[in-house]
């Protein structure tokens, strides 16, 4: 023992006590350096996720009717991510004070861009633009992007075929979320590798809930402070 080990014992209790405090209402003005970007920020827009299924085909299933599933769960999975992610921060009630542009005038607007593909209900091409351009395009000042690998199929008619089809194995499935400034400054990212997707539920949005949960409910938007 020390002649500081009173008081080095006291910081330790206080350092314990702090970080056991649940998080408060939304503070951007002591977060350095996000609080100058959000500072700056009145609307931001979510777009379609990059989506990919790489589940392997149940023996009893057709091929043809397995690869038509994974289009339809990638397709569908890109925008209900998006929309998910829209709701989630909307419903956070000490959120920060920056409202989302609607999913629908955000994929209206990707869909008129002559450089992004919008073929049978899917968006290519999307990283034909920066993170700064994207926000210029759509009128914003920063943009939410996203991606989801996924060894299980979500929603869709062929997601319930495969699931009483009994696929063996431990699904895993990989996220990754950004949040860049209308500068093209990248001032928040989650990302988690290898989830396992037993625990998700069976839909996208309960993947996105669990997501949430994980940790991507610490993105500025909504409300809860960083660390």
């Avoid at 702090?18 to 959000?38: A, E, H, M, V």
């Avoid at 038509?68 to 956070?92: F, H, M, P, W």
């Avoid at 968006?123 to 060894?151: H, K, Q, R, T």
């Amino acid at each position: 023992r020390n002649s500081n080990g009173n008081v080095k014992g006291k910081r330790i209790m206080e350092k314990n006590e702090t970080s056991r405090k649940k998080p408060t209402g939304f503070d951007y003005k002591n977060i350095y350096p996000i609080k100058k970007y959000l500072s700056e920020q009145k609307s931001f827009a979510v777009i379609p996720f990059d989506f990919k299924v790489t589940s392997e085909k149940p023996r009893k299933m057709d091929q043809n009717d397995f690869e038509k599933s994974v289009i339809d769960a990638e397709i569908n999975g890109a925008t209900a991510a998006q929309e998910s992610i829209i709701n989630r921060i909307l419903k956070k009630k000490k959120r920060a004070p920056i409202d989302p542009i609607s999913q629908a005038k955000t994929n209206t607007l990707l869909k008129r861009d002559s450089n992004i593909n919008f073929k049978d209900g899917a968006f290519n091409d999307l990283d034909y633009y920066l993170p700064e351009e994207l926000c210029e395009l759509l009128g914003v000042d920063a943009i939410i992007m996203g991606s989801v690998n996924s060894e299980k199929i979500f929603t869709t008619a062929g997601s319930i075929a495969l699931r009483i089809l009994k696929i063996g194995g431990a699904p895993k499935v990989s996220a990754d979320i950004s949040l860049f400034h209308k500068d093209g400054t990248l001032i928040w990212n989650w990302a988690s590798k290898n989830m396992k997707a037993s625990g998700m539920g069976n839909s996208v949005d309960d993947m996105m809930e669990y997501i949430f949960k994980k940790g991507a409910r610490k993105m500025p938007y909504t409300g809860l402070v960083l660390k």
